[in-house]
């Protein structure tokens, strides 16, 4: 009988139920942050917390899409193959030749709902249950959902200081059973970019591994964050490096469009059984349930892959942060590209000190939730208001731990 | 060491290698439909074998863009909570609240990519690893894979002669692992749309199922064409009937916005446990990468929810369909709802017909592409041109298998 009651409280899947219970930290720790809001008036609190950039669309955005909503095309808003409009996909594919120097064609272009629909349609196409994908800890916190969803076993593997990946940790844990290493430079949420050194490296080991394995292994490049990149550093691209290398991005922080859900999954035009492959992800894009990118963006950003917002604008709040952190003490590596900052706690436990700047009214997000405790991140996508006002709680949070 | 060879093969997974195969022959029959286009010509090639509405969306909806493109508000493309914006959320509750005299609010609604979105995120969210969904056949095809790719178990019920799901044989199959019965009503591609008195029925077993085995037992109720209804039809609801209900829908259809990935989720404000019902909605919507539903989409629908595409042209074409194909001496059901008519194959092999009715140039879909072999589905949403010069080709085949 108790079985029975117990049964019929079943409103959601048990596994769903476990997952919501291990995240709801995160969720009452934002509750907070918006009780702290309430309190003390939106204007009193520092908002350092999410990935949500400030930034409108560049202009070239607006204007574009003014020009298809005055004179729409015929059939517009209907469906179009599942892969997205030939046109965009080749606008996509030209880009990219023009970026890398690689001749892509639209046939290794699908466009996806944003780099999380892209990540999940890669994920469901080239995952065994059982198989193994490897990320990196510090990661985005999704992935392992990502991986989840489609009957993947997550590895979690660290960096070094630099929060680069431990190449020589991977390579003695690259078995068999590994499908896939999972990336991301620039990354959230430590903003650290790899060299193109590294990524020669990676791609050398993952095809030592295959040939020892006899099997392959993909490199999938998260690059949602490739056009925020300071210093004018060079972007260095997966493809020379690895034939199974696939990117997931999306125009979100390019085109500060993240409300929008447009991106694209692209394949090495030089990927072994590459047809086999895109017809899968092609494939998956439907059955997952995305069916397509929304028609109407994917109209608009057939003609901005060459636009994106103004970078220095970041670099200009990343440099002003950095300076500050530094002076008071912090222990930060200044980061090369996206939008976040990934400090020392001055804690070890990180959730005690993200609590201790939530009453400065400064908001941010402790590392554990990116699977590396010792550290918070902050992200400073956010109005200069905001950043300028988040000094205060951190130079209090710096005096009260004796940084300096 | 032919293992190793196999296994370095493979690109994409064993499954959906199997599911890919399974499918190919929609596929093929696909692109031998486009070599008879490229053969014969665009306009001489007769194309109802795709839900892909001709109409363009209604004027208020081109007013409605048009006016948010000319006053942007500010972040109107950035992210927002994962179940939408509150406005929209809020507009859906009002418009269902309108239709149905039940009280829903914003927290009732979550705004979703589409239909195919919200359909997997209600069984992601819902379903236990093994447990069953019921679906009844002729189904859209797509449910399956959406069944399957969280875990659940799909088991398919056979409809009566006017294509109503068997509330007999259901009474008989529901078990203790039996999780949900999915029904599509106006369906696709019967174009059937249940009685008010069925839905009774239904509820009522499924109510005493729950019962017997202490269980809850969803009924999702797909709604995508819930506005496309014929003849002064007055939709019946699934609300008072079944607490544990839950509808999911779009605007593709009576917005003709299918590219734009524009849906949601209403539950049952009755729902037992519906708080923690709708957290692990929001939670999957998430987690299953969709993050949100596109922005500028919500936006533009908040102020449309008591628009609709004019039904009555739809009617028409149904009309005009149905005469003929009946004159003809087809054995077929007049559409309710929905833009498909589901005649009886004058051969016992559908696919066979449906390669005859190919070389007549008019393309339609085989039932056992719906689990319903013995049938075709036509889809009339195409313009009059091509309606009526689809007759000729049903015309010669009605001769050929002495319909008349």
């Known amino acids: 009988m108790t079985r029975v009651e117990r049964k019929s409280e079943m409103s959601i899947s048990d596994k769903i139920k476990r997952s919501m219970a291990q995240g709801s930290w995160v969720r009452k720790m934002f509750e907070e942050g918006a009780s702290f809001k309430r309190r003390y008036g939106e204007e009193n609190v520092f908002d350092l917390s999410l990935g949500n950039p400030v930034m409108e669309p560049p202009v070239e955005f607006h204007q574009e899409l003014k020009r298809l909503v005055e004179n729409p095309l015929p059939g517009m808003h209907r469906y179009m193959e599942n892969a997205g409009y030939p046109e965009t996909r080749a606008a996509v594919a030209t880009q990219l030749s023009l970026e890398t120097g690689i001749k892509f064609t639209m046939n290794d272009i699908i466009m996806t709902c944003g780099a999380a629909g892209a990540l999940n349609v890669v994920l469901k196409t080239i995952l065994n249950e059982g198989d193994g ?5 510090p990661y985005f916190p999704e992935y392992t959902n990502y991986i ?19 190449l020589d940790i991977l390579e003695t844990t690259i078995g068999a059973k590994t499908r896939a ?27 030592k591994k295959e040939t020892q394995y006899g099997t392959q292994i993909f490199l999938v490049s998260d690059e949602a964050y490739r056009k925020i990149i300071y210093d004018g550093r060079k972007y260095p691209q997966v493809w020379p490096y690895h034939q199974q290398s696939i990117v997931v991005t999306s125009h979100s922080k390019d085109l500060a469009l993240p409300g929008e859900r447009i991106g694209y999954i692209a394949v090495n035009p030089a990927c072994r059984q590459r047809e086999e492959l895109v017809d899968g992800l092609i494939y998956c894009n439907r059955t997952l349930g995305y069916v397509n990118a929304p028609a109407l963006m994917q109209h608009v950003v057939s003609r901005l892959q060459s636009v994106t ?14 300076a500050h952190l530094n002076e008071m003490g912090f222990s930060v590596m200044k980061p090369q590209g996206a939008f976040y900052m990934f400090p020392k706690s001055p804690l ?31 992200s400073y996508c956010v109005d200069d208001r905001t950043l300028e006002g988040s000094l205060a709680g951190f130079g209090k949070a710096a005096q009260k731990f004796n940084l300096c």
Do not use: M
């Open 181 to 207: 290493v999972l990336i991301n430079s620039p990354n959230n949420p430590s903003g650290s970019v790899y060299s193109e050194d590294f990524v020669r490296q990676l791609g050398e080991l993952l095809g």
């Open 148 to 166: 989840d969803n489609h009957g993947g076993i997550v590895r979690i593997l660290p960096t070094d200081e630099q929060f680069i990946p431990r």
């Open 309 to 322: 917002v103004p970078v220095a604008e970041y670099q200009k709040k990343r440099d002003f942060l950095y």
């Open 133 to 137: 994908v490897i990320i990196f800890a």
């Open 348 to 378: 070890e436990d990180d959730v005690a000190f993200v609590r201790e700047l939530q009453s400065w009214r400064v908001l941010t997000v402790p590392g554990c939730g990116f699977g590396a405790p010792g550290y918070f991140r902050i």
